[in-house]
């Protein structure tokens, strides 16, 4: 069978193939296509000449083979220090051997490769620090992902999140009027405490536009009430589009390219439509590296800049707070030991680690932020990066990889760990219920809300008191 | 015999190695790709620059990059390899002696001593390196028979100039062999993998300029390498 009716090389483009595909619990019958999807040989070698160049060609001809990557990859050491764990062997064993066989691989090879792109790669890039030829995996292991997703070898929930962006612009299938609606009634509920609050939609010229992560008005929309609220208390003059408000992309980890483009334009559109003089993007990591940091690639933009300047929640949080926008309540600072997860999308791909501190510094009583080790620039993945969270055929190898920030948070004996990144937040949140280990985990947004002094005159009146029981 | 090998195929050899390498610098360079690449080549060119050079300059002074600091004991046999094969024969006494003699130009030279030191510090380091690649599993999965025939190739000049320096009365074989064996050497920088005599600051210099310009250097924290 060259190709399956779930499992193929086409692209998912239509809301009928998209409901087919996710009918299939749990992929079984898209898995057990794959067993005998036929690999297309002439045009695997093909993309490979034509988009294997220089940076990635040289990268696999002059790997020295020293293996000082090894101990950088928190993967490798999870994992017993198992050498097949070794950055440059999996991407020499996957990559490395396509290349040089000239695309001559076969169905076995294939979901092998399959295996190692998504369950022993999270794309964290921290390897690329240790390795004297300055050799990224995390670039070559997204590189393989797109081969790999042209051929139809691709995890089944990431089929479906790549499909999703290609059908509804949104990792999930949120609507325009879903997401409009979700504005409306996140607004209308929060009027009582927040007289004179509202979620503007399609406000052209405004300071912000703010972007989120489809996840919040589907899953969560408070955390998109506490946005509002946040930036109604700074003042703000803010809005978010009706179109283009998903900053999200499953496709990058599926190596989806085709869809990252159109996912990404979508979102430069409404920046092109409402002229907003910055955008904010919120506390997602993934979200922000896909639409901001390598976005602009894939819109064809060679100044690599979003077409308005876009900067990561934490940006502005800080920015908030150094600026007196948002004051906190001394009395309220925490005052229990506390830790900071250092998202790799933000931290290695924007270079938020001191950011990130500042924020840290209004916001914790001294003396009772214990980082991890490593941190900053050097922290580990929380281990469901890359779309590793997401994969149910990868569940018992991810929660082996939860595992390394089990142990560092474990080490710092912190209570409370704060993952403003929402991939970071759910890995936490799954090895609190997989490892029990008693700690809490938090976003930026609630724990500001609980400490920030609130003005006088955004105080709901208190007139009307004494209608209600 | 020996006027051929050290007239015009001397020549050759180094005509091969430099043109080769420019070759290949060149084709690095002409394959790059902003969009492939995901880098804005060409833009924020001062931060490019900078990132590049920091990226460059970590690697190449020992114990300057967290990765070298962290493997203390191969950065210290990789450093003395590279020393031995790159800095010792530019400044060895006789080397120059013979540029002098032919073209009238020279340069300072090292104490015959300090050269035969660094010589055998290099050939053990070698050593070393290649028992590792057998010792260490992380290493030896990722080993190839390249990686051997590149040791040996870059070992042999050294072992073969060594001897060869120490040799008294007739020292021909010996002298024939290093010649041969550099030569040798030479012609395979640019053809193999050891075309990471350019091929380094190529790789590093894009990596820190994506870092540099894109991945934290217009915050101003680029990466701490
Ligand atoms: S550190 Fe770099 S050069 Fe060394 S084995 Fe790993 S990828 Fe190859
Ligand atoms: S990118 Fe991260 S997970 Fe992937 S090989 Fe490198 S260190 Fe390991
Ligand atoms: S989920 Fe968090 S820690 Fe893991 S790769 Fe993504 S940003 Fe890094």
Redesign the interface.
Known sequence: MPEGIYCNKRPITTEEELKALLSDTRGTKYYEEMLSLEVDREKLWATIQKTCKSRTKTWLDVCARCGLCADSCFLYLVNDCKPEQVPSYKIQSTLGEIVRRKGDVDNAFMRHAMEVAWSQCTCCNRCAMYCPHGIDMGVMMGYTRGLLYSQGFVPWELKIGAGMHRVYRAQMDVTTEDWVETCEWMAEEQQDDWPGLEIPVDKEDADIMYTCNAREPKHYPEDLAEAAILFHIAGENWTVPSEGWEQTSLSMFAGDWEACKLQVENVYAAIDRLKPKRVIGTECGHAHRATVIEGPFWAGRPDGQPPAPYIHYVQWVAEALREGKLKIDPAKRIKQPVTYQDSCNYIRNWGLAETAREILSYLVEPGYLIEMTPNKEHNYCCGGGGGFNGIGKFRPQRNKALLTKRDQILATGAKLVIAPCHNCWDAIRDLEEEYHIHIDWSFLKPLLLKMVIVPEHLKPKDEEEGDEE | MYAFLTGPMLWLSFAICILGCAWRAY??????????????Y??NTDLAVKGALK?IFH?LIPFAS??WR??PV?ATA?FLLHIGLVIVPIFLYAHVMIVAERFGVSWPTMPDGLADILTILAILAGLFILLR?FG?????????RQ?LGIMAISLAPLVTGFVAAHQSGDGNGWLLAHIITGEIWLIAVPFT?L??AV??F???A???I?FG?????????????
Do not use: N, P
């Open positions: 084709m690095y360079v002409k394959g790059l790709s902003w969009q492939l690449d995901r880098v804005a060409g833009h990226s690697w967290c990765s962290a493997k191969f990789f690649r260490l599993s992380e290493v030896r999965i990722i080993t190839t990686d993998k075309s990471h091929l380094f190529c790789s590093r894009q990596i820190g994506d310009t894109k991945r934290g250097g217009q915050r101003g924290s680029g990466i701490v390498w």
